[in-house]
């Protein structure tokens, strides 16, 4: 069983940044994939960023290519995603998954945080 808690959302003017974190706990925490997806309202959940257990190998949305990276702590339990130049568009609920793979569709991921919300002001 993997626990995983989000924290560093918040409200934010365009142009601004924000940096998520997420925190994984249980045994096998540190050898899963991990990815960031986020979802708007009355939106369908998204895919934004996947690393691999190593953090060897990212993944990124379009929609955020050169804007956000992800990135995991050296004992591989801390997950973070770095956000720059935000978008009004980016505001959605943020939540951190693990998996045994860095896929980009919700079902490849076996567990999931509470979320946290990013509102980012035009």
């Known amino acids: 069983q993997v626990q995983l808690v989000e924290s560093g959302g918040g409200l934010v003017q365009a142009g601004g940044s924000l940096r998520l974190s997420c925190a994984a706990s249980?045994?096998?925490?540190?050898?899963?994939?991990m990815g960031w997806f986020r979802q708007a309202p009355g939106k369908e959940r998204e895919f934004v960023a996947a690393?691999?257990?190593?953090?060897?190998?990212?993944f990124y949305a379009d929609s955020v290519k050169g804007r956000f990276t992800i990135s995991r702590g050296i004992a591989r339990n801390m997950v973070f995603l770095q956000m720059n130049s935000l978008k009004p568009e980016d505001t959605a609920v943020y939540f951190c998954?693990?998996?045994?793979?860095?896929?980009?569709?919700?079902?490849?991921?076996?567990?999931w945080g509470q979320g946290t919300q990013v509102t980012v002001s035009s």
């Open positions: 998954a693990a998996g045994w793979t860095t896929g980009r569709r919700t079902e490849e991921y076996d567990y």
């Open positions: 249980g045994r096998t925490a540190s050898d899963k994939a």
């Open positions: 690393i691999n257990w190593s953090g060897g190998s990212t």
